[in-house]
């Protein structure tokens, strides 16, 4: 099993993760391309630095010419610019902030502070619009969508108010999207079955956030880290913000000691801030677990929900399988069965994480008419699997390749960018597939 090692020794943050995954070998042009496909004016600036010593990547993001910035830095800019302004421009300041309380207007990044350029946020709807055109894959979409998910339950509670009503005032910045759309690309392509998270160094004092002065960690980052093992090391920073913390929410499979392993490969992601004799970055190390005995597969519990159904439109059908996999389920299909009665019925069953078996089933309850569901716990075995292009006459073709230990079993063209190229360029499906196939076995077989 391939697994992928977090230490967030320092904290975590979006443009931290980015940077780890591409020092750990994740083609920069792999985030480059997601971020191109996203359509927000946003670009990427890849650089090597120091880190009290320890050479790592940085990434940063582009608005325009506008770079962004630790969001106390940013705060600091600000009151330091407005204070000449302060009575010159007390009406319009009074105006502005009657219109945040009521609309939850000023969008300021999770990772900087600094307010994006829609005044009126951006909630989930317009969000998930954005990713939906976004040329990368289902899963990663999916991914990107549950991470915002997490942080809009999070700040929903924290305001008391629904999750669509959320507008996203401390994460629907053009970086956060960004980031948080890398890293759900990234991890895809970082080709690991597991990410096991260290303990997280959440820092300590107090941030300025967009409603005031807040204690670190800020409201929203500890609530997006409830159940995950936290500490201060006495660094009085932010070391955790909510776009790393919601990250780790979703990406995360499990919080642990370094696990047992082959190392196979390292990186680091650097932060923007300097600490005197504390490295500011955060590792990722991936390679195979250590196994005992013979080869073995990848083993976890998953949760099995079933219902029967007898009376429902086969149109809404189709909608409640995309539904449920959109909210995070890894698979969900149908088979004929024979009801009670002699009546033709189908019998949905859906695979989930353990953690995500509740709002599935309810969203089965609220999509469709049965009237219960069937739910139990199952061990699933899978291959580790990894992604690798290969580049064909017609463009970039992504190739899923399995392997036990080490030892590759089976390997296959990704269906939905060789349909892309078939659509695009007028060609046969199977020629397409084809060629990607021979392309790949041909660069094996120089090896």
Known sequence: ????????????????????????????????DAVASLGVGARLEISRVLRSGICATKVDVYVGEEK???????????????????????????????????????????????????????????????IAKAKISDKAKRIALQIFQ????????????????VHFHEVGAVDALVDIVCAAVGAEALGVDE?????????????????GTFPVPAPATIELLKSAPVYSSGIQAELVTPTGAAIV?????????????????????????????????????VGEAATSGGPKANSEMISVIEANLDDLNPQVFGYVLDRLLEEGALDAFAAPVQMKKNRPGTLLTVLCKP???????????????????????????????????????WGEVRIKIASMNGAITNYAPEYEDCRRIASEHHLPLKSVLQEATRLYLDRENEH
């Not at 997490?150 to 009503?165: P, R, T, W």
């Open 1 to 32: 099993m391939r697994i992928a090692y977090l230490e967030c020794f320092s904290g975590v943050s979006g443009d931290m993760f980015l940077g780890a995954l591409v020092d750990a070998g994740v083609p920069a042009r792999v985030l480059e």
């Open 68 to 130: 962004d910035m630790p969001r106390e830095q940013y705060w600091a800019q600000e009151r330091a610019r407005q204070a000449p302004e302060a009575q010159h421009n007390h009406s319009h300041d009074h105006s502005h902030q009657h219109n945040e309380h009521r609309h939850g207007a000023e969008i300021v990044s999770s990772r900087t502070g600094t307010p994006a350029p829609h005044t009126h946020g951006r909630g989930l709807r317009e969000i998930r619009e954005i």
């Open 150 to 165: 997490a942080l809009g339950e999070a700040e929903a509670k924290i305001h008391s108010i629904a999750v669509e009503q």
């Open 195 to 211: 990410i096991v998270c260290s303990r997280l160094n959440v820092g300590g004092g107090m941030v300025q956030c967009a409603h």
């Open 249 to 285: 929410n979703t990406l995360a499979n499990r919080f642990a000691a370094f696990p047992e392993m082959i190392v196979e490969k390292s990186g680091y992601g650097a932060g923007s801030r300097e600490f005197p004799g504390h490295p500011n970055v955060v590792r990722l190390t």
């Open 355 to 393: 953690q995500d078996a509740g709002k599935l089933s309810q969203l089965i309850f609220q999509e469709t008419t049965t009237l219960g569901v069937r739910r139990r716990e199952e061990t699933r075995q899978c291959l580790a699997r990894r992604w690798e292009n290969v580049r064909t006459q």
